[in-house]
T-cell receptor, first 115, second 117 residues
């Protein structure tokens, strides 16, 4: 069965702390994504990666960085957490390819609260 | 820039009735795909149905069907015979095949559906 696993379901951090959100997929997918979900705004893409050590900015990359050292693992890093980064973070993966039903497979989400 | 609009923030529907969730999209490209996802309160995103811009038939998957009107740029999700387990947030999303090789999706704001007995 397809599986995307996010390491923490719930985190509480303090302003200024460095935060790591980890995501692992077992489907050998090339592409991995980090989205942020906020009420009324839907899901917004932060960063994505199409290969090991390769990354591209999404729509809202400010305040975030990512790391992909292994194909199965994609980490989201908040260098200095701020209260406006309180949100639900969703990791996803997909195959590469042209037009087709390459749906994203999502993890269960990590709900981050920054105090 | 692409944009997905879901105008219904929330809906109530009675069990066994059908419900239509609206989705309109904005793109100047001809090749794209439209997706619907379900997110129960537990948080995971569940893929429901897909419609390609060149597909001639409306997509169907069990109780889910997609009312695709290309000229109007709408891709409404129809859930027939609603069940209590259908209570969830529903997201419409689009992928632009002309500009994206990686599977990036652009999501709407979502519609919260509550099914009542």
């Amino acid at each position: 069965d397809v599986k995307v696993t996010q390491s923490s379901r719930y985190l509480v951090k303090r302003t200024g702390e460095k935060v790591f959100l980890e995501c692992v997929q077992d489907m050998d997918h090339e592409n991995m994504f980090w989205y942020r979900q906020d009420p009324g705004l839907g899901l917004r893409l932060i960063y994505f990666s199409y290969d090991v050590k390769m990354k591209e900015k999404g729509d809202i990359p400010e305040g975030y960085s990512v790391s992909r050292e292994k194909k199965e693992r994609f980490s989201l890093i908040l260098e200095s957490a701020s209260t406006n980064q309180t949100s639900m973070y969703l990791c996803a993966s997909s195959l590469s390819g042209l037009a087709g039903v390459w749906e994203l497979f999502f993890g269960e989400g990590s709900r981050l609260t920054v105090l | 820039a692409q944009k997905i609009t879901q105008t219904q923030p929330g809906m109530f529907v009675q069990e066994k009735e059908a419900v239509t969730l609206d989705c309109t999209y904005d793109t100047s490209d001809q090749s794209y795909g439209l997706f619907w996802y379900k997110q129960p309160s537990s948080g995971e995103m569940i893929f429901l149905i897909y419609q390609g811009s060149y597909d001639e038939q409306n997509a169907t998957e069990g109780r889910y069907s997609l009312n695709f009107q290309k000229a109007r740029k709408s891709a409404n999700l129809v859930i027939s015979a609603s069940q209590l387990g259908d209570s969830a947030m529903y997201f419409c999303a689009m992928r632009d095949f002309a500009t994206d090789s990686w599977g990036k999706l652009q999501f709407g704001a979502g519609t919260q559906v509550v099914v009542t007995p």
